[in-house]
């Protein structure tokens, strides 16, 4: 169903020539999640009545050879740490269970139409910053905003999902061109950057729940740091994994130069942002992300500086942000004009 919808949707996209704006991968792995779902819960002070800010930025081991960028100088010694890259993050456009307001967790729903035109528009947004690597969460709508976005940079590199969950998966979905390969940006999977699981809240209506369980339970639920759903994971629990990968298969990668791409969730993205901007546990649960808004970091010389969100190629601030950001946007002119 999911690649019929996917399927559906984009031959709508391309019928009409250019979508209107607005504004997740593989099956999770069950026997993986079901070992650390109830590992990391730690006592901390209750947190009482939040008020919730709706935060939108104004105004981004491979199979694949990596391709040069202005960041990047192919001819330096290989063990020589670059000391910039761009790091963006998306959350996925609009689901179908966001529209029939369900909570979805970790169930593997698709992107509505409306969520597919939030993913191209994010990938306007990003058009001109350079990609070398993609993360995703094992959901199919991670995966569509990822892929979706992906059409829209001028680059045209081809996102292929890198298969290597079992050696013949390897084997059979190696890429023997060279030429290809220079030309394809891996796409990584993990169930660790898999939305928070909503355990026994999943597939029910979020106002039949509030009736049924009353508003201060279910808020409870949804915006404290350390009580989950039942059967469920907190925000916390959510960010041990996710923060975890993050360090362990993602920081790695910036720290060679590359340029990382994360599209994921709204949870185990506000995880990875405590990390990166240092919020307490209060913070985070105030924090809320847009769907389908591309939040843009510069990592240097070890640390993460938050940019925003790209507007779209006419916003000149964005790129002038760093120099090499500046040389890969005139790179491009140059090549496609």
Not at 51 to 80: G, L, R, Y
Not at 180 to 187: N, R
């Amino acid at each position: 169903m999911a690649a019929a919808v996917f399927n559906q949707s984009l031959g709508t996209f391309l019928s009409h020539g250019q979508a209107n704006s607005t504004t997740n991968l593989t099956k999770l792995n069950s026997k993986c999640f079901k070992v650390e779902v109830g590992v990391f819960r730690k006592k901390s002070p209750r947190s009482g009545h939040v008020n919730i800010k709706a935060i939108q930025a104004s105004s981004q081991t491979s199979v694949f050879d990596h391709i040069s960028s202005p960041s990047i100088n192919t001819t330096e010694d290989p063990q020589k740490k670059q000391n910039e890259a761009a790091l963006i993050l998306i959350r996925h456009g609009e689901s179908l269970w966001n529209e029939k307001n369900l909570f979805t967790g970790c169930v593997d729903v698709p992107l509505t139409k409306k969520g597919v035109e939030e993913a191209i528009e994010a990938g306007k947004r990003i058009s001109n910053i350079p990609v070398d690597m993609i993360y995703t969460s094992s959901l199919i709508r991670a995966q569509m905003t990822a892929m979706l976005a992906m059409t829209q940079h001028r680059r045209k590199k081809v996102p292929v999902i890198v298969h290597n969950e079992t050696e013949q998966a390897r084997v059979w979905s190696q890429i023997f061109s060279e030429e290809t390969k220079k030309q394809s940006i891996p796409v990584i999977a993990s169930w660790r950057l898999n939305e928070r699981m909503y355990g026994e809240l999943q597939g029910l209506n979020k106002q039949e729940t509030a009736d049924r369980y009353g508003k201060e339970q279910v808020h409870e639920w949804r915006r404290s740091y350390d009580i989950p759903p039942p059967n469920g994971e907190s925000l916390e629990m959510c960010a041990e994994r996710a923060v975890a990968y993050f360090k362990d298969h993602i920081v790695p990668q910036l720290q060679s130069g590359k340029n990382v791409m994360i599209a994921a969730h709204g949870n185990s993205l506000r995880s990875i942002i405590m990390y990166l901007d240092k919020l307490t546990s209060q913070e985070v649960i105030s924090l809320e992300l847009s769907t389908g808004i591309p939040m843009l970091y510069i990592f240097k010389e070890g640390n993460f500086i938050r940019r925003g969100s790209p507007a779209g190629p006419s916003e000149a601030g964005v790129y002038a942000y760093t120099r090499s950001l500046a040389l890969y946007r005139q790179k491009l002119d140059e090549m496609l004009n």
